[in-house]
């Protein structure tokens, strides 16, 4: 584990908790309820992306309008209820603190698993009122979903489950959902497993070199060098309930996969204000391209029920190792296939919603 990021975050006052198991390492920042680091058995190497900032800079993080280390966090959705606000005759997008970082209460119980729990009040733009919601997070350590495989000798591990329950403690109708984002380095591919073809992507935010994108099979991959910001977003009736990260790390090649549930009979509320009338969206990915804070972004929401309490449940798988053996590990995980020397891409990208 890299203890750099400890000793920096813990010089600057903040509460960082670190979890181990089979020398495994998970870095649970206090301040945002946020997964800031996870290490395979006996490496430094962090699978998530940090902000460069908390070596450089750690102070001038927390002074900022919204406070981003980096790592794998939980947000509420949907953004054109409680994220958009009217500023003269213009929409402006705005994280509510009590959102991020929040009031985050961190337990640790003895079998390693960590409870997060986060209650705040917010606005709601639709209805005009505030709602007090109480999140809970619980992080357990979980087992290699390949570990039965006899080829997976060379490829280091480390993995979590994550449990959410969202309570609507002040509304009698849910109009908030769990909204899960992991950020990752730039520079390698996403890969998104999907039903259908590319008909199932909603084009939300810019995307002119439309070559880094490839529609396969039951999947669509998505090459990220942080020249451009792009945001791609799934329907839950297209979503298998995956999506992957592979990244070559110098010798080293990383691939991070999200497992999660979906479910398109429910009800996803997450959209922007001029799409408030159609309907949500299950899977998002984005590119955030600004010098070194560029980096990837996975996404997975959580659809809202009748219940006052939502629950979800999602697993991140990370490895590390060669080439041969991560590729190998992706086309298993999520039907990952390289992007081709030569050839024409597809590039029918569903632009109706931009």
């Not at 949907?78 to 959102?99: A, D, E």
Request: net charge positive; charged share 25%.
């Amino acid at each position: 584990m890299n203890r750099k990021i400890l000793k920096t975050l813990k010089k600057m006052r903040h509460t960082v908790h670190v979890l181990s198991r089979n020398r495994m390492n998970m870095l649970v920042l206090r301040d945002g309820g946020r997964v800031l680091g996870l290490y395979a058995s006996n490496s430094d190497e962090n699978f998530f992306w940090v902000n460069s900032r908390v070596f450089n800079d750690p102070g001038a993080i927390w002074k900022e309008k919204w406070p981003n280390p980096g790592g794998d966090r939980c947000w509420l959705s949907p953004v054109c209820n409680i994220q958009l606000h009217r500023k003269s005759c213009n929409l402006k997008y705005r994280i509510p603190w009590r959102v991020d970082p929040g009031l985050c209460h961190v337990e640790r119980w003895r079998d390693g698993a960590v409870r997060l729990c986060n209650v705040g009040k917010i606005f709601m733009r639709r209805g005009g009122k505030y709602d007090t919601f109480a999140l809970e997070r619980y992080l357990s350590w979980t087992e290699n979903p390949l570990r039965h495989e006899n080829w997976t000798g060379k490829l280091s591990y480390a993995g979590y489950s994550q449990r959410i329950n969202l309570e609507s403690l002040s509304c009698i109708e849910n109009m908030l959902s769990p909204w899960s984002i992991l950020q990752l380095p730039i520079g390698g591919e996403i890969v998104i497993p999907v039903y259908g073809g590319s008909s199932t992507v909603r084009h939300v935010l810019g995307m002119k070199n439309t070559d880094s994108l490839k529609f396969g099979d039951g999947k669509i991959q998505i090459k990220t060098d942080g020249k451009e910001d792009f945001l791609l977003s799934i329907p839950p009736q297209m979503s298998t309930g995956r999506i992957g990260y592979l990244r070559q790390d110098g010798r080293e090649w990383t691939l991070v996969v999200r497992n999660f549930n979906v479910n398109p009979s429910d009800e996803y509320l997450n959209c922007f204000s001029r799409m408030s009338k159609k309907p949500g969206y299950a899977v998002q990915s984005r590119i955030v391209s600004e010098g070194d804070l560029s980096h990837v972004e996975l996404h997975h929401h959580v659809p809202a029920t009748s219940s006052q309490v939502i629950h979800d449940t999602s697993q991140t798988w990370c490895f590390r190792g060669n080439e041969e053996s991560i590729l190998r590990a992706a086309a298993c995980l999520t039907g990952y296939e390289p992007f081709p020397s030569c050839g024409r891409l597809r590039k029918a990208v569903a632009n109706e919603d931009r």
